[in-house]
């Protein structure tokens, strides 16, 4: 302890009064004789600090044993991470009104910085006197043994906590990670629906104004349902050189037949799996007049159809890695039962 000094004036006899009656309210010194509190109260040293005073910091010589008479201290291995472990030595406590370095402590130095969080007052004893106390005291030195064992404990009780939060803490960022990336897809999906369903209404009341005979609007509505129920299996086969080459195509068919942005129609329409056949099967049955936005509807159709499948693909894999926790968790089941090890791993991984 750097900022406090080793040689100190010897107290008045008043002081050691005052200081035996003070260590007779801590637990481990309350029935000690009084010529042994008198020995400690007079090799010790009074020391105050102010609020947020430091007492030790980090890698300094841990050469005292603190005994704690009024105040609090909080000690942290790192000052700058404030949600860090935080060790807490207070008068009033049992287990920590005693701390700092103590007899057969293997400690050398602080791993910790220690600032009092309240006005404190404390008895400093110098470690060099440890031998001398333990012959003198030999009631107080068994005690202090047991506060060192409790304070092993505590202490790596907080780092087994600290451990498992950190794993909770991979595993919660793993898990969000793993989240995130189907529920930003269904997020855009749904944004990108809404849009959809606003185009297919607006074509819709467009095409009210051609007036389709009851045939051409049931050809429209079977043409659409076979289009969307054969557009996944066949995108997945086409490559992007062959799907460029049917942009282009259906592009040069679109303007020769008059049909406003041609260019912006071409790749939904390619997306929904139509070709020239296609569109000369529509021109056939529909007629020039409404083709444009008879094609514009098929587009929206497909796309609105699209969107709900990703959502529905975004939302499935969000379940599924909700049940796999609660299947890594156990969460919610029986504590002895028949697992699937492969399913296990599976799900661990």
Not at 1 to 9: G, K, P, Q, R
Not at 37 to 48: G, K, M
Not at 205 to 220: K, S, Y
């Amino acid at each position: 302890m750097a900022n406090v000094e080793i040689e100190h004036a010897r107290p008045t006899e008043a002081e050691v009064g005052e200081r035996v009656a003070a260590l007779r309210r801590i637990g481990v010194f309350a029935d000690l004789p009084e010529d042994q509190l008198r020995w400690f109260a007079e090799r010790a040293v009074d020391r105050r600090l102010a609020i947020g005073e430091v007492l030790f910091r980090k890698g300094d010589p841990a050469d005292w044993m603190a005994v704690y008479l009024e105040g609090e201290m909080h000690a942290r291995r790192d000052e700058n991470a404030l949600d860090g472990a935080v060790y807490i030595a207070r008068a009033d406590d049992p287990q920590t009104q005693v701390s700092g370095m103590l007899p057969y402590s293997r400690m050398t130095e602080y791993p910790s910085t220690g600032r009092a969080v309240a006005e404190s007052r404390l008895l400093l004893f110098p470690t060099r006197l440890f031998p001398e106390m333990l012959q003198r005291m030999p009631v107080l030195a068994k005690r202090l043994v047991g506060v060192m064992s409790d304070r092993v404990r505590e202490s790596t009780k907080i780092d087994q906590q600290r451990d498992k939060l950190i794993s909770l803490g991979k595993l919660s960022a793993g898990l969000a990670h793993e989240l995130n990336n189907p529920a930003a897809a269904a997020r855009r999906s749904a944004d990108e629906l809404l849009a959809t369903l606003e185009r297919l209404r607006a074509v819709d009341l467009r095409l009210c104004q051609h007036h389709l005979a009851p045939a051409q609007r049931a050809f429209l509505s079977e043409f659409e349902h076979d289009m969307i129920a054969a557009a996944a299996l066949d995108a997945v086969h086409v490559g992007a050189l062959e799907r460029s080459d049917r942009e282009d195509a259906l592009g040069e068919w679109l303007t020769a037949h008059g049909v406003e942005n041609a260019w912006r129609m071409a790749p939904d329409l390619v997306e929904a799996g139509l070709n020239v056949a296609g569109l000369d099967r529509v021109l056939d049955e529909i007629g020039p007049g409404a083709l444009g936005d008879v094609l514009a509807r098929i587009a929206a159709q497909f796309a609105a159809a699209s969107l709900v499948t990703d959502i529905g693909t975004s939302t499935a894999r969000i379940s599924e890695l909700v049940g796999a926790i609660k299947e890594y968790s156990y969460m919610d089941q029986a504590p002895v039962q028949e697992v699937d090890l492969h399913k296990g791993l599976e799900n661990t991984l």
